[in-house]
Structure formats: C-alpha cells, structure tokens
C-alpha cells in the first residue's frame, strides 16, 4: 500500500516551454501533497505544499507563478513550470500523505527535468 | 523556522562495522523525526522514524536515539552490508496536520566490502 506515481519520469524541454508534471497516490486518499527540488547530490528542499481543494502554500523564495501547482482531487496534484529556463533543470520529487494518525510522507519516484 | 543540520556528509565504513549518522534541530516544537534512505537516482524510503514520546527504537540493524532536550537524534546501523550503501537523510517536523518536514543535508554511506 501506499504508492505514489509521478508522470513522466523524465522530460526534456526548450527554453521558454511550459512542463506539467503529475503526482498521483494510487491506493490512498492524499489529503496533502508536497513538492520537493533536489539538485545532484543535495538534500531534498521543499518547494509548497498542497491541501486538495485549497491554494498551495510556497516556501519563501519559490515564485509561486513559475511553479503551479493544483490539487484538484484527493489523488492528484501537479506541479507546472511555466517558461523554463535551464537554470529549473532539476529532479522534482512529490510526495503524499494521507489522514492517519501517522506522519509518513510517501515519495514518488520523481521527474528529471532538462531544459535546453 | 526550522533548520536541520546532519554530520558527517560522507562516512566510509568497512563491510559488518557500524555506521552512526547525527543530526541536530532548532525547532523545539519538532516532535517527529525520520529518516529516509535514498539511492542514486530513485526515490527516498523511510527507513525508520521516532516520536518525541520516545527516546530510541530499533528495527533489525537499524536504531534511532532521540535527545529532546539537546535537540539531536541520530541514526545507527549495525553489521553494515554494502547494499546500505545510499545517502540517508533526516528529517524533523511538527505532529500538526499540514506541517510540514525540513530535511537535512544528506550523509553519503559508503559500505565497502
């Protein structure tokens, strides 16, 4: 139990594009989600974090017009970056948590994004 | 806010040695702590996690002590194989729905055999 899928696993896109990327909780209600940027060989930083129904809250310093994020349901959020630059090529990590007396965030498996 | 620091960056161990990774927190209100497992390339796993009602908890090879009042925890692997070999992260956040977890820098194991 307890899965979290993130779609597509990788992309590669020009300057300038706009890339969605999907996080899905496939066997769990996922009341919060949570987007995180890692960068190769760092730690996992938090980008906002998302309650289903409600506007997603930024962590300071992310712009929260460049990085969308909508959590239309109780099973899924995305997270688009709108005109990337190279300087947003990352590996994008979301995770999920569901209403359990428990804490555990489950991790997808995450979306490397090249921007050309 | 909350700030996370993890010692050491890197730790090479010989194969059945014991690993200790430590970090320390700032946020006293913190009161859950766990550690995720992460290999090259994929997704983090917890690997163990403690509550602040308690001060260790072990599983197998792996334990986790928690000092509240020093605001550090560190994690413990024992007889240490090479598939432990990963960057193990910490973790601390609040027990409130919708908080959220702050994560250490990472600490790169290397078993080697």
């Known amino acids: 139990g307890a899965v979290v899928s993130q779609h597509p696993s990788w992309v590669i896109c020009k300057s300038g594009t706009s890339v969605k990327i999907e996080c899905r909780s496939l066997?769990?209600?996922?009341?919060?989600m949570f987007w995180y940027r890692q960068f190769p060989k760092q730690s996992l930083m938090l980008m906002a974090t998302?309650?289903?129904?409600?506007?997603?809250?930024?962590e300071q310093g992310v712009e929260k017009d460049k990085f969308l994020i909508n959590h239309a349901s109780l099973t899924l959020s995305t997270l688009t970056v709108t005109s990337a630059h190279p300087e947003d090529s990352s590996f994008y990590i979301c995770s999920a948590r569901g209403e359990t007396p428990y804490y555990e965030q489950y991790f997808g498996p995450g979306t490397r994004l090249t921007v050309t | 806010g909350e700030n996370v620091e993890q010692h050491p960056s890197t730790l090479s161990v010989q194969e059945g040695d014991s690993a200790v990774i430590k970090c320390t927190y700032s946020d006293s209100a913190s009161n859950y702590f766990p550690w995720y497992k992460q290999e090259l390339g994929k997704r983090p796993q917890l690997i163990i996690d403690?509550?602040?009602?308690?001060g260790e908890k072990k599983d197998q090879r792996i334990a986790v002590t928690l000092n509240k009042t020093a605001k550090h925890f560190s994690l413990h692997i024992t007889e240490t194989q090479p598939e432990d070999s990963a960057v193990y992260f910490c973790?601390?956040?609040?027990?409130?729905?919708?908080?959220?977890?702050?994560f250490g820098p990472g600490t790169r194991l290397s078993v080697l055999p």
């Open positions: 973790a601390a956040s609040r027990d409130n729905y919708g908080q959220n977890f702050v």
């Open positions: 066997d769990f209600q996922a009341t919060t």
């Open positions: 403690i509550r602040s009602n308690v």
């Open positions: 998302s309650n289903e129904g409600s506007k997603a809250t930024y």
